[in-house]
């Protein structure tokens, strides 16, 4: 039997579905910021002198950004705690999520660390060049020039790779964690599945006003940030 299609429901849901948010962005949050911190590392590697650390970086880069997240994610759940057996180390207790943040962390760390190169790139050299000509010191130089430029450069990338981090959250579903696409799929299991594409929809809804208020908060600050530099300049 065909289940018919009944729009004026996909509101109700959408209470539902939010009761899972705090999860969502809970895994969100812990992922940018350790994808920040792995990133800033590899950057560094890819950055500095040292053949060896340039490759190392280089290959991690393009592994991490040529293999789909969810197959990531499966070979890390399902192949980990097979190795870690094998070893003595028993992980059937660890929380799903932290599988997710990890996998989530390691995708986004490319991503952010191509950024912070091709940002940090984007300074001319010429003005450290000339930090170094006043005697000013090489960390010093970094922190109150070739940063706050880099940064502002970043800005509009950073908000995309965070609009593509929360939707890649919803893949947390797959292993069983009960985040906001996770709920959905509950919600609808518990109607045997009749208004699936209802508690989809409803699901697809949160998830784009949530890439809306990103996407503002993303050119509100490019455009924050911009305007102080300047008026500080001035």
Do not use: H
């Amino acid at each position: 039997m065909t289940n018919t299609f009944k729009p004026e429901t996909i509101l109700g849901y959408i209470p539902g579905v939010l009761k899972a948010l705090p999860i969502t962005m809970e895994i969100l949050f812990l992922s940018l910021l350790i994808g920040s911190i792995l990133g800033a590392l590899i950057a560094t590697a890819n950055l500095s002198n040292n053949i060896l650390l340039r490759k190392m970086s280089s290959g991690y880069i393009s592994f991490m950004r040529g293999i789909p997240t969810l197959v990531l994610i499966f070979l890390l759940y399902l192949g980990l705690p097979q190795i870690a057996l094998n070893i003595g180390i028993d992980m059937s207790n660890i929380n799903k999520s932290i599988y997710i943040i990890a996998c989530l962390s390691l995708n986004t760390s490319a991503n952010l660390a191509e950024m912070m190169r091709s940002s940090y790139l984007a300074v001319g050299k010429g003005q450290c060049e000339a930090a170094y000509s006043i005697g000013m010191k090489s960390f010093t130089a970094f922190r109150r020039i070739v940063l706050p430029q880099a940064f502002g450069i970043a800005i509009p990338t950073l908000g995309n790779n965070i609009i593509i981090l929360l939707k890649d959250t919803s893949l947390a579903f797959a292993i069983g964690v009960i985040d906001m696409m996770g709920k959905g799929r509950a919600l609808s299991a518990a109607s045997y599945g009749s208004n699936r594409l209802e508690v989809y929809m409803a699901t697809g809804i949160i998830f784009w006003v949530l890439c809306i208020i990103l996407e503002y908060s993303s050119k509100s600050a490019e455009k924050a940030y911009t305007k102080g530099r300047k008026q500080s300049a001035s």
